[in-house]
């Protein structure tokens, strides 16, 4: 798997490529809230268009980003899943918590 | 399901340690054994799901994640239509329903068997403390490739 993590205003955009499962789990909770430990930070745009694989490991790492970010009112926003892994976000209720979006540039004006 | 009253079509068998790294290794050359049933990208993508999160259990909850156990995971087709996976472990297995304490894991855990579940025909989990964990998931496939039907087994 791989990550690039960018920094814009409140906003952390983390781009994911490659498989999420157990293997890369830790690494990937472990980047993600390093990158969110600034105070200003509150908002986490995940661009999973280059995902080709999420199971329940990679569900957990999400769904655990946006416990921590609601607490402190924040959000989590994903962008342009591929359709199988969209299946599986959609199957486990993310999209009725997590917003979905098109493009980097959308999840980032509709989130302030 | 009987399994008596059937054929088995084909067979096959893997085992490997008990390490996150493999669990790529297990999904894909399950996935590979069952492309020789006339099987969608979709339903494809499902067994691998459905694959790692047995294994992802067995290393997490069945080993504690201790890198060095062996994993089995066998797969068989019935009658030219039924996909049958097995994924077995020696760990700690369970006695009952998964704690329902509310951690990271947990949520995994729950999620996991969901997915395997929705993706599946069936999921059978037989477990007890100290005896590991047998997991055996069945997917007919509805005799997309044959002629054969296996209307005769009981139920």
Not at chain 1, 7 to 18: D, F, P, T
Not at chain 1, 82 to 95: A, D, M, N, T
Not at chain 2, 21 to 47: H, K, W, Y
Request: aromatic share 4%; proline share 3%; with cysteine.
């Amino acid at each position: 798997m791989l990550l690039h993590l960018e920094r814009n205003g409140s906003s952390v955009v983390a781009r994911l490529a490659g498989e999420i499962d157990l293997d890369v789990a830790d690494d990937l909770r472990l980047a993600l809230d390093n990158a969110l430990k600034p105070d200003e930070v509150r908002h986490l745009i995940l661009n999973l268009s280059e995902v080709s694989f999420i199971d329940s490991s990679g569900l957990g790492v999400i769904l655990g980003r946006y416990r921590k970010l609601v607490h402190m009112g924040g959000k989590v926003s994903l962008v342009d899943p591929k359709p199988q892994v969209r299946r599986i976000l959609e199957l486990s209720g993310l999209f009725s918590i997590i917003g979905e979006f098109k493009s980097e540039t959308e999840a980032l004006t509709k989130i302030v | 399901m009987e399994e008596t009253c059937q054929d088995r079509t084909n067979h096959m068998s893997v085992s490997f340690l008990s390490q996150p790294v493999n669990i790529g290794l297990a999904r894909v050359t399950v996935a590979c054994f069952a492309s020789q049933l006339d099987l969608t990208l979709s339903d494809l993508e499902e067994i691998k799901v459905s694959v790692s999160e047995a294994v992802s259990n067995a290393i997490v909850h069945g080993y504690q994640r201790a890198p060095g156990e062996l994993i089995k995971i066998e797969a068989n087709i019935w009658d030219n239509s039924i996909l049958e996976i097995i994924v077995e472990d020696s760990g700690a297995g369970f006695a009952g329903p998964l704690p329902e304490e509310e951690s990271e894991e947990s949520e995994r855990v729950r999620l996991g068997f969901m997915l395997m579940r929705s993706f599946m025909d069936s999921v059978e989990v037989n477990s007890a403390p100290g005896q590991g964990t047998r997991v055996v998931m069945r997917k007919d496939t509805k005799g997309k490739t044959t002629t054969k039907n296996i209307i005769t087994c009981a139920t």
